[in-house]
């Protein structure tokens, strides 16, 4: 099957706007942790998170297309299922992490977490 989208470098310029968003991710949580009693830092870090969100939501989902570009269903739908799977687990171990620490330790493991992708390396053959 051929291609929907041109092979370039563009693989390049995606995983660099992915991982400057993940930065700006642990950033909006980094601050929430450090000064959560300053109101314009709250909305700061919610304005923040709100973006990137959207932001990596928008990346997975089009890297899930571009990956299964002969079943676009199953792209859609893959990176929804695991961001669900995720949003579940991931309140499960922060309300855990709460009751052992406190917010700032459980926010910052969190921030860690999310830059986790950055350092891994991984083969491609399909063009994102």
Do not use: C
């Amino acid at each position: 099957m051929s291609r929907l989208y041109p092979v370039s470098n563009s693989i390049l310029r995606f995983r660099k706007v992915f991982y400057h968003f993940l930065v700006l991710l642990a950033i909006s949580m980094l601050v929430l942790a450090v000064w959560p009693s300053q109101l314009v830092t709250v909305f700061f870090s919610a304005a923040l998170f709100g973006v990137t969100y959207i932001m990596l939501t928008g990346i997975y989902l089009v890297w899930g297309i571009r990956v299964y570009d002969d079943r676009p269903a199953i792209g859609l739908g893959l990176p929804f299922l695991v961001l669900a799977i995720g949003q579940i687990i991931g309140t499960l171990v922060a309300g855990m992490l709460i009751e052992a620490t406190n917010h700032l330790i459980t926010f910052i493991i969190f921030a860690g977490i999310g830059l986790i992708p950055i350092f891994l390396k991984y083969k491609s053959e399909v063009s994102v």
